[in-house]
């Protein structure tokens, strides 16, 4: 493993949780990533949004500006038997399904 390679023992992680709303969790990431990191990570964010809406690729691709590549990544994330991105994103949906 790379020196540099994630590990989820970092303090980083224990970081995330000490943040309390959003405007704390934007004004750190940008503390920590750079401007490019933060806007691929929200775009992937975005991208995952419609995919669990049964969005398309073409119109995820004309709202988004992400490649087809991206998109697919995206969605493999989700469709993996683990992923904490889909559940969340699940759990967001059937929120906003009973308001």
């Not at 390679?5 to 940008?30: I, V």
């Not at 920590?32 to 964010?45: G, P």
Request: with cysteine; glycine share 4%; hydrophobic share 35%.
């Amino acid at each position: 493993m790379a020196k540099d390679h994630p590990t989820g023992q970092s303090g980083l992680y224990q970081a995330f949780l000490q943040l309390k709303t959003p405007e704390q969790c934007y004004r750190f990431l940008q503390d920590v990533c750079s401007y490019s990191e933060l806007s691929a990570m929200e775009q992937r964010y975005n991208i995952a949004e419609m995919l669990v809406d049964k969005r398309i690729y073409t119109e995820i691709m004309d709202k988004t500006g992400a490649s087809s590549a991206i998109i697919s990544r995206v969605s493999r994330v989700l469709s993996a038997d683990d992923s904490v991105l889909r559940a969340l994103l699940e759990a967001e949906k059937a929120a906003d399904d009973q308001n």
